[in-house]
């Protein structure tokens, strides 16, 4: 698996290798309730790209009005409305990811539940993201490649075979006392 840092601090893997689909490692903006919170979006870019916008979505669970809790589908004019061949990967990242988090539209969402907490207690929604981040979010060093993931099944594959093997010998040992014993 390909990992790159094409886009300023935001780290970058490609997925089966294309350059049309890849993961990147977002980090939520300072000085929000987001703050801390490291999340990995899918991106996908359709065959017209530039022309037509990229499709990008949360892998990790986020609480955002302009945001789907379950598919992770983001609401963002720009994006899905207003895109235009000016724009870039890193104007995502960059820039409108984070306004759309510092600044939600509850008017339009996509998880009613966070509009209305937004609407009706702006304390409670903050302490609920930050509940989020903690929950699912809160490993800066998420890994954003299918590689990554499954070197580590791998290692817990290979730390579980160890723990056998040292279980066996302490067997071992027991039918060695026993058959000196005899």
């Not at 598919?71 to 990967?89: A, E, H, K, R, Y």
Request: proline share 7%.
């Amino acid at each position: 698996m390909l990992q790159l840092s094409l886009m300023g601090d935001h780290d970058v893997s490609l997925i089966n290798d294309k350059l049309q689909e890849f993961r990147v490692k977002f980090k939520g903006p300072k000085d929000t309730p987001f703050e801390g919170g490291t999340w990995k979006i899918h991106v996908e870019l359709p065959d017209q790209y530039p022309y037509k916008s990229p499709s990008i979505g949360f892998e990790n669970k986020i609480y955002h009005p302009n945001i789907d809790e379950t598919s992770g589908s983001v609401c963002l004019d720009v994006i899905n409305q207003t895109w235009s061949p000016m724009f870039d990967i890193s104007n995502i990242f960059d820039t409108f990811l984070p306004q759309l988090l510092t600044y939600p539209n509850p008017s339009d969402p996509l998880n009613g539940d966070a509009a209305s907490l937004m609407n009706l207690d702006k304390t409670a929604y903050e302490n609920k993201i930050r509940e989020y981040v903690k929950k699912y979010a809160n490993d800066p060093n998420v890994k954003i490649s299918d590689e990554d993931e499954a070197d580590e099944d791998a290692d817990d594959d290979e730390d579980e075979e160890l723990s056998d093997v040292s279980s066996m010998d302490e067997d071992d040992d027991e039918d060695e006392d026993a058959m000196e014993d005899d």
